[in-house]
């Protein structure tokens, strides 16, 4: 769902009754909203969630479905989700995430990949793949660029959940406040972002991103592999199981050891 207003284009990821999960057709969605923005004569965008939730990853009922798919359409599911995420990572307009709920998985890369994050004081955020025996290759690339290696590997292998304190001292949240100050905050920012030269604005980004193309370009291909590699494993099948079914996961990779 997109609105404009005031040179500001509003896109709110609107599945409310699922926490705004990402299905196939929502990551599609989104997509098609930010190639539409780049051409609009918006100068600013605000990416938010409908209802308690800003994003809380991948559609649990699609992941399910996993074990009868080809290895052609895991990897071309890996491709659509870096596709997106490259896209907001690249996208030549100032960016802000307005953070007004739990934002888990790939919805914490949505919402820590643009230029601005604000957030409530209840919002969560935490990269869970390992929890599901799923790898989490793809935002791995952005959050290095965010927190560097040491922080990177705490949070992917730990698969821990923030405060949204805590993401704002780890850097990965701009500003923090109340729940009724979310989007007047985030609209005032983008006014203020309007005053400045727009061609200016999308040099400094153009040149952000080509700094990072070439590596970005390697590291993308890579995860795309082990992301689409991964959901054939036998830990993802039980993790995801495990999760549907409430109880603790039964790691296949650890049977026969010892």
Known sequence: MTQSANGVKTITLNRPEKRNALSPLLIEELTAALHEAETCDCGVVILTGAGSAFCAGLDMEHLETMNARTPVEHRRDAENMAH???????????????????????????????????????????????RLGFVPAIVASFLIRRVGELRTRELLLSGKILKAQEALELGLVTQIVEQDDLMPTAQALAQTLLLNSPQAMQAVKRLLAKHAKRRLDEELEDAIEANAQQRSTEDFKEGVLAFKQHRRADWPSLKGRG
């Open 84 to 130: 997106v995420l490259r896209t907001l990572y690249d996208f030549p307009k100032p960016v802000i995430a307005a953070v007004n709920g739990p934002a888990i998985a790939s919805g914490m890369a949505l919402a820590t990949i643009p230029d601005f994050t604000v957030a409530i004081p209840t919002a969560k955020f935490g990269y869970t793949e390992v």
